[in-house]
């Protein structure tokens, strides 16, 4: 079975710019969630989405928005890029069958921001 | 809120040494607990979990065993080799099905020198 994947994989934009970043779940997995991963912070929930709503969100701004299409594959998209945007973002699917569940990552996008 | 706390490093063993990376947590209701390992620039995979007070997960020589009295779930493994250089991230997720994402500690580097 494919695992998850990122496109792309490495990004370079300049501040104030916008970007929008795609993953695309493990087949039959309904949930996808996406972190962003900095030196500083370390690893941040930005928000989930199961069967094309958002379930929950964490604490970023509104610049960082979401969508999940029937598909259950996921965009991210930021805008008006800051340089403190900079960042490896990872996207990770899970089944969703209620109860605990185990989230698998992709490899990521790097992002830069210049 | 949730969090977790783990030792950041970098911790540098010997190979065939004995390896302990502590982590604790701090969380409301019973949360389930996880392991996850990162290599040079690949995305997180997962490495165990345990889903309830006592259970131990265990995966390709690490273990680790969840205990709800000292809120803690240390990973260990008998004899550390080269390949087993990486990050290391401890994290927990609320169960009940509940898309909170999951919160992670800061990782620990682990450098096995021959």
């Known amino acids: 079975k494919a695992g998850v994947t990122q496109t792309p994989r490495y990004l370079i934009k300049t501040r104030g710019q916008q970007v929008t970043l795609s993953c695309s779940p493990i087949?039959?997995?309904?949930?996808v969630s996406w972190y962003q991963q900095t030196p500083g912070q370390g690893l941040q929930f930005l928000f989930e989405?199961?069967?094309?709503?958002?379930?929950n969100k964490g604490n970023f701004p509104g610049r960082f928005s979401g969508r999940q299409f029937s598909n259950s594959r996921s965009e991210m998209n930021v805008s008006t890029l800051e340089l403190g945007d900079s960042a490896l973002y990872l996207c990770?699917?899970?089944?969703?069958?209620?109860?605990?569940?185990?989230?698998?990552f992709g490899p990521g996008t790097r992002l830069t921001v210049t | 809120g949730d969090s977790v706390t783990q030792m950041e490093g970098p911790v540098t063993l010997s190979e065939e040494a004995f390896l302990t990376i502590n982590c604790t947590y701090t969380a409301t209701g019973y949360p389930s607990l996880f392991w996850y390992v990162q290599y040079p620039g690949e995305g997180l995979q997962l490495l165990l979990k345990a889903t309830k007070a006592d259970d131990k997960g265990s995966n390709k020589g690490f273990e680790a065993t969840y205990r709800k009295e000292t809120t803690s779930f240390h990973l260990e493994k008998g004899s550390v080799q080269v390949s087993d250089s990486a990050v290391y991230f401890c994290?927990?997720?609320?169960?009940?099905?509940?898309?909170?994402?999951?919160?992670f500690g800061k990782g620990t580097h682990l450098i096995i020198q021959p």
């Open positions: 989405y199961f069967s094309e709503t958002q379930r």
């Open positions: 994290a927990l997720s609320r169960k009940g099905g509940g898309a909170d994402g999951l919160t």
């Open positions: 087949s039959g997995h309904r949930s």
């Open positions: 990770a699917s899970a089944g969703g069958a209620g109860g605990t569940y185990e989230q698998y």
